[in-house]
């Protein structure tokens, strides 16, 4: 009898565990659909810019180095290098902004039962993440039709992981500062100004190589750095720094996002009263 019980009261569970999942799922759908027709808006000029921002960059960064006269980096033509590190750099960055962003920029869709505050951040993460992913293909696929060059990537499981421990990077940098950014305006005022040099900071416009070992050792405290150079090394090739270290920007990654999820369960009733 009692065995009869449990297995009824485990069903029960799990019948109540998969609504409320289909019903999350439901509701971030919906918000990733509504992120992406506010994107397009009445005209196509936003999405347009999400899609090319990448090739802009990249293209003003390196027309500064072909007039310096320097062509490759490596032996990589200068604009695929440059190129590659922006599209880490700005999936990263996409937590710092954008992403983390999400709770305040969805407070009147709060009102709702159906979602709740972490929706709107998976929802941003999903059609972000799926719009850079298109831009960088873009990317790639217009410097090989226009200059005649592209990666070859000859560790393709490296550059693999270097994408989605960007990935998974932004999500961490995202949890937190969404939390915070909603409970205190300021935080994210401050982290918009030292974001400005970040990809400076982050081996995006020139080659680690190129600096003092003394230099590279501070630099690799930056995790983004890591998942740059190890992108170019999977996708080009190219030699890796000494202090190289995949692990360190994943398990940052994964310290943050689980930083972030405690603040979120701790301040999840006070996000909703903002």
Not at 37 to 48: C, N, P, V
Not at 112 to 122: A, E, G, M, R, S
Not at 221 to 237: D, K, Q, S, Y
Request: proline residues 4%; hydrophobic residues 55%; charged residues 15%.
């Amino acid at each position: 009898m009692s065995v009869t019980n449990e297995t009824s009261e485990f069903r029960s569970g799990w019948l109540f565990f998969k609504r409320g999942l289909n019903r999350q799922k439901s509701a971030i759908w919906a918000l990733v659909f509504k992120e992406f027709k506010l994107k397009l808006g009445k005209s196509r000029i936003g999405l347009f810019w999400v899609l090319v921002q990448p090739i802009f960059s990249m293209l003003m960064i390196s027309g500064i180095w072909y007039m310096t006269g320097r062509v490759q980096v490596h032996g990589t033509n200068v604009t695929l290098y440059i190129g590659s590190g922006f599209i880490i750099f700005l999936t990263v960055r996409q937590g710092l902004g954008y992403i983390a962003n999400a709770i305040d920029a969805n407070q009147a869709l709060l009102n709702y039962p159906q979602v709740k505050p972490i929706d709107t951040i998976l929802a941003r993460f999903v059609e972000g993440m799926w719009l850079h992913a298109w831009a960088s293909v873009l990317l790639i696929l217009g410097l090989w039709w226009i200059l005649g060059v592209k990666p070859t990537f000859p560790d393709l499981p490296l550059a693999l992981e270097c994408v989605f421990g960007a990935m998974l990077l932004a999500l961490g940098f995202a949890l937190p500062l969404a939390v915070l950014g909603t409970l205190n305006d300021g935080i994210m005022k401050f982290v918009n100004i030292i974001s400005q040099p970040l990809m400076i900071f982050s081996g995006v416009v020139f080659s680690i190589h190129d600096l003092p070992a003394s230099f590279q050792g501070v630099l690799a405290l930056n995790p983004i750095v890591h998942l740059v150079e190890g992108f170019r090394a999977g996708a080009f090739g190219n030699p890796l720094f000494n202090e190289f270290d995949l692990g360190y920007p994943l398990r940052f990654g994964v310290i943050s996002l689980g930083f972030g999820y405690a603040l979120y369960f701790r301040y999840r009733f006070k996000l909703l009263q903002k």
